[in-house]
């Protein structure tokens, strides 16, 4: 008893500063129990593995568009992850990706190691570099980012490095069916304070906006629903278009419009070049990834700055393309490339290549996949721009903490992780579908190419 007395009142004399040492004195109490007596920091505590218990898909069209979220569920009681594998046109064969591949490869596994469950994963199937490997990947990837938030009690920006800006400057769409109809959506949009909007004539390459009927319809060749579109037509009315808004709105607006790969490469340049004297922000996608070998060409006939990258399936595609400085701004699908882990490898690679990020955000993005880009957009010195969103009300019903817009900005729900959650009940409600409509023919029925 005096023996026990005596060590703990040295203890409290001298300090645990010097506890190894006493410890070694008097013998039979170890450096961590005495640690643990006096109390450790809770930022020196050690946290103890969570394991992977579940991985599994909730398929959801709220809007319309056929959005699928990967839930990653763990060995900690309530501790779970969401990321958006959303393949909008073939939805449904993401599922059993997900829920029979995914599942079975990510059991027991550590939800800590992102890096080497995303390896691993990659190459599991051995053949890579597809929409819907990539697309299931990439909403493993975003859950347990989610996850390392919620354990370390941050959002996701934060792992990454912190904020480098208050907000996220985003561009909108404008539209209408002729330049003056564009131009009045474009003052719309500047009221609310947008600072970059896109301007289309109609749909992508002027689809819809004029009354010409395709001949191959009359014939009866291809689908109902197929849409026409003209390109010379097309070709004529954007530098129209460019010089009616210019007009309208003055200089200080930045201006972007996307091609989306649907003319002939030298078409494409040739148009661009026409656009020059009105300061595109940049133009986007004006060839397929079939057509790569054109930007050499396009690059020494115009300086107009070039998103490029929606297409690309695999984050290889971007190497060359981006140490040649063949285009200006990182223009792909988080989900396509395989999630938040690629796209920041990606991201981190443009900055030494003076390349900006653009990533893609339509409104086949979950909410989820929304909040991934909006925390790497944070993070990053590189930033470009960043595609606005709303959000339908029936859409917030399904996803609380959807990321928010205000005068042009972006912003996330600042909570540990990406800050968005699933009501599973909700998205019950409104099942996918398996229809996609992406056909667009010449006058004599030839597919174009997105």
């Known amino acids: 008893m005096k023996n026990n007395n005596t060590r703990r009142d040295a203890l409290k004399t001298l300090g645990l500063g010097g506890s190894a040492g006493l410890l070694g004195l008097f013998g039979g109490v170890s450096e961590a129990q005495a640690r643990e007596e006096k109390g450790t920091p809770s930022y020196a505590k050690a946290m103890k593995p969570v394991k992977i218990t579940k991985v599994r898909a909730i398929a959801t069209a709220p809007q319309g568009s056929n959005l699928i979220v990967v839930k990653v569920e763990t060995s900690e009681p309530g501790l779970y ?38 390896q691993g994963a990659y190459v599991s199937s051995y ?19 989610d996850i390392k938030g919620k354990r370390a009690g941050m959002p996701v920006y934060q792992l990454l490095g912190g904020k480098v800006r208050f907000a996220i400057p985003c561009y909108t769409h404008a539209n209408g069916n002729s330049p003056e109809a564009v131009a009045e ?24 906006s004029t009354a010409q009927q395709a001949d191959f319809k009359a014939e009866g060749f291809g689908g109902a629903t197929d849409n026409f579109m003209n390109e010379q037509a097309y070709l004529k009315s954007v530098p129209l278009m460019f010089e009616t808004v210019r007009k309208r709105v003055g200089e200080e607006l930045e201006l972007l419009h996307d091609i989306h790969e649907r003319v002939q490469p030298m078409n494409a340049i040739n148009m661009i070049k026409k656009l020059e004297e009105f300061r595109p922000f940049f133009i986007e996608d004006p060839f397929s990834p079939e057509n790569m070998e ?23 595609e971007f190497k060359e393309p981006m140490a040649n400085r063949l285009f200006d701004y990182i223009r792909c699908h988080v989900s396509q490339i395989g999630g938040l882990t690629p796209a920041m490898k990606i991201a981190r690679l443009g900055e030494w290549f003076n390349v900006r990020t653009a990533w893609h955000g339509p409104g086949d993005v979950s909410p989820v996949g929304h909040a991934a880009q909006a925390h790497i957009d944070f993070a990053i010195w590189n930033f470009g721009i960043q595609e606005a969103v709303n959000f339908s009300d029936k859409m917030k019903e399904v996803f609380s903490g959807c990321p928010t817009m205000k005068d042009g900005y972006m912003s996330v729900n600042e909570v540990p992780g990406l800050g968005v959650d699933i009501n599973e009940k909700e998205a019950a409600k409104y099942p996918i579908g398996t229809k996609s409509n992406w056909q667009v023919r010449r006058a004599d029925g030839t597919i174009i190419r997105p």
């Open 185 to 208: 959506d474009v003052q719309r949009l500047q009221a609310q304070g947008y600072k970059h909007i896109r301007i289309q004539q109609g749909g992508y390459g002027a689809v819809g």
């Open 127 to 145: 053949w890579r570099n597809g929409p819907v490997l990539n697309n299931a990947l990439s909403g493993l990837d975003q859950a347990l980012w």
């Open 294 to 316: 054109w930007f050499r060409q396009l690059r020494m006939s115009t300086t107009v700055p070039i998103a490029m990258g929606e297409l690309f399936n695999n984050i290889n």
């Open 81 to 118: 992850g969401l990321g958006c594998s959303t393949f909008t046109q073939r939805a449904a064969v993401v599922l059993p990706a997900i829920n029979t591949y995914l599942d079975e490869f990510c059991a027991g596994k550590d939800v800590d190691n992102i890096e080497d469950i995303w």
